[in-house]
């Protein structure tokens, strides 16, 4: 059985900044890409930031030059920095793994439950 669990989310200001992290955890053989996605209020879950078994990184256009996203392949962990944090940012934020279980032949998404992000003043 494998899990990601997100931690680290929470209400912040208007152009602070805030950590998101995901752990994943279970009989994992290989984690290949993550990321993180989000959806707000009365809109599709839509993709933040995704990186790459070999640390490739991509971003949405609203959050290039503001979110930074990185993970530890020997922790199975995969953090999403926040800065200059905008109200428009407020959402549930969704950890995303394509992940290879013990016993399987290949890799498969998992979510997680999602984490609230608040910005407002």
């Known amino acids: 059985q494998v899990q990601l669990v997100e931690s680290g989310g929470g209400l912040v200001q208007p152009g602070g900044s805030l950590r998101v992290s995901c752990a994943a955890s279970?009989?994992?053989?290989?984690?290949?890409?993550m990321g993180w996605y989000r959806q707000a209020p009365g809109k599709e879950r839509e993709l933040v930031a995704l990186?790459?078994?070999?640390?490739?990184?991509r971003y949405a256009d609203s959050v290039k030059g503001r979110f930074t996203i990185s993970r530890d392949n020997a922790k199975n962990t995969v953090v999403l920095q926040m800065n200059n944090l905008k109200p428009e940012d407020t959402a549930i934020y969704y950890c995303?793994?394509?992940?290879?279980?013990?016993?399987?032949?290949?890799?498969?998404?998992?979510w997680g439950k999602g984490i609230l992000v608040t910005v407002s003043s």
């Open positions: 995303n793994g394509n992940i290879r279980p013990v016993g399987s032949g290949g890799g498969m998404y998992y």
């Open positions: 279970g009989s994992i053989l290989r984690i290949y890409d």
């Open positions: 990186i790459t078994s070999v640390l490739t990184t």
